[in-house]
């Protein structure tokens, strides 16, 4: 039995040397504590490397129809009022978005930016009413406003600002005098673009609109359709040179994903000291190429979303002429082609060679050469 245990002993790689014989010194124990600094750094280099997801991108053809999509926006007009300023958003095919669901709020600021209110919500879309024919008096005895001779049936009631309005646009009238229109008066519209003069405005929300190409805008004046004609009114501004400066803090098209970058975003627009507008009031155009994505993480949730590329430009007003009206306007069109985005872990690739550098380093501790030059270097700085 002890023959064959001593045979087993002469077969070992891996002889042990007795612990009289070795020689410590302390170029030695500088080589090990560097070897284990460098080799503590290569493995929390190549963890941190691992743990990093790294994003495979994919293309494939958008097949999706007859779908919707939100615009997020979050905006400020610094010189732009509240009461001033309308939203409306339409696409390629000519309609107005106003049988859907939407969520945006208007913050009224003070010139220098500080909130005068916590924001109130607001209804977008340009003025469409279905004016309803009833009686002078109604069942509950509520009476019938007129609508000074735009009416087009005799039984035809305006009972609001905007009702009269639109009578006046569909006759094909200018409305011109708002504050002699008791309706107007009651509301406080002329007094309110009064009051809110030099203001700024705070608009943010939602709205969802067909997945088809088309524009979202603000501006001046309220919006209605002439015909096949979107206008804005801005017969109550006498002074129609509007300060559009303006800060794009967020826009977006659909939910975000990880890592998404949105180049509109945080965007600053001083048009006072633009060398596009010259300090005049125009147009500021936007034209959004939008790509549809879909983001799934590590555990298969998906998120379909869009990314956009952006291309800005600024036409000068022609408002006598009814041609580039002032605003902001965001033309969007969608890609037919779709990114998929997918994470996928790292390969611990100088993981698994960790062994071979150790073993390296290992050679360098105890190469008697390589300590011979360090003992030589330290003589030579102690002399």
């Not at 129809?65 to 095919?93: Q, V, Y």
């Not at 509950?140 to 735009?150: E, K, L, P, Q």
């Amino acid at each position: 039995m002890d023959g064959v245990l001593n045979k087993l002993k002469n077969l070992d790689a891996y002889p042990k040397v007795n612990e009289d014989f070795f020689t410590r010194t302390f170029s030695g124990g500088v080589i090990t504590v560097v070897s284990s600094l460098v080799m503590l750094c290569l493995f929390f280099s190549e963890l941190s490397l691992w743990l990093r997801m790294n994003t495979i991108s994919e293309l494939s053809v958008d097949s999706s129809r007859g779908e919707m999509m939100d615009i997020n926006f979050d905006i400020t007009f610094h010189k732009l009022p509240c009461a001033w300023t309308s939203l409306d958003a339409m696409d390629i095919s000519g309609e107005m978005h106003l049988d859907v669901d939407h969520d945006v709020y208007k913050k009224r600021l003070q010139a220098d930016g500080i909130p005068i209110d916590e924001g109130t919500k607001h209804s977008i879309g340009p003025e469409n009413i279905d004016l309803m024919s009833k009686d002078k008096l109604d069942e509950n005895g509520t009476a019938c406003g007129s609508c000074y001779g735009a009416q087009t049936t005799t039984q035809q009631c305006c009972n609001t600002c905007d009702e009269v309005r639109s009578a006046y646009r569909k006759k094909g009238w200018a409305f011109t005098d708002p504050q002699g229109i008791e309706q107007c008066a009651q509301e406080g519209f002329s007094k309110a673009l009064q009051e809110q003069a030099g203001e700024g405005c705070h608009m943010w929300g939602a709205i969802s609109i067909n997945k088809v190409a088309g524009n979202v805008h603000f501006a001046p004046g309220k919006s209605f359709q002439q015909g096949n004609m979107h206008v804005h009114d801005l017969v109550p501004f006498p002074d129609k040179n509007f300060d559009l400066s303006h800060t794009i803090t967020k826009l977006t098209f659909g939910t975000g994903y990880p890592g998404q970058q949105n180049p509109l975003d945080g965007v600053f627009i001083n048009q006072t000291t633009s060398s596009a507008s010259q300090a005049a009031t125009g147009m500021w155009q936007y034209f959004l190429k939008v790509v549809p994505t879909m983001y799934s993480d590590v555990r298969n949730k998906t998120i379909h979303s869009n990314q956009y590329s952006v291309t800005e430009h600024f036409k000068r007003a022609e408002i006598q002429q009814g041609q580039n009206m002032p605003g902001v306007f965001f033309f969007y069109d969608l890609s037919p082609i779709k990114v998929m985005h997918s994470p996928s872990l790292r390969h611990l690739h100088l993981m698994l060679h960790l062994p071979e550098c150790a073993d390296f380093l290992h050679v360098l501790a105890k190469d008697s050469h390589l300590q011979d030059i360090w003992n030589h270097m330290n003589a030579s700085i102690l002399c």
